[in-house]
């Protein structure tokens, strides 16, 4: 499985964007996918994640913010950002997970910068 991220940017503090991430490869074997984000200096942290059925979870700090989907037609995965803080600045990561092998696959990444 490969992943592709697309969609950073720069924002001003308050505004949005949509993080896209377009999988190929043998999509088929793919189960839940996610997004992390790493900021300069510290560790990646998960920020939300969704299951093969649709079901999703945040990290606290996005929760009502962050919007996690994905296409299973298109093989896409999305992230709607809304209200960024410069907090939000980090590298933003979408993950896959094997269903038949567990293995866990990342994309390159995606910047995304928030100033005040």
């Known amino acids: 499985v490969q992943l592709q991220a697309s969609g950073g940017g720069l924002v001003q503090s308050g505004g949005s964007l949509r993080l896209d991430c377009v999988a190929t490869?043998?999509?088929?074997?793919?189960?839940?996918m996610a997004w992390y984000r790493q900021a300069p200096g510290k560790e990646r942290r998960l920020v939300a994640r969704?299951?093969?059925?649709?079901?999703?979870g945040y990290a606290d700090f996005v929760k009502g913010r962050f919007t996690i989907s994905r296409d299973n037609a298109k093989n896409v995965l999305y992230l709607q950002v809304n209200g960024l803080q410069p907090e939000d600045t980090a590298v933003y990561y979408c993950?896959?997970?094997?269903?038949?092998?567990?293995?866990?696959?990342y994309g390159q990444g995606t910047q995304v910068t928030v100033s005040s």
């Open positions: 969704i299951f093969s059925v649709g079901s999703t």
């Open positions: 993950n896959a997970r094997g269903r038949s092998s567990g293995d866990s696959y």
């Open positions: 490869g043998n999509t088929a074997d793919i189960d839940d």
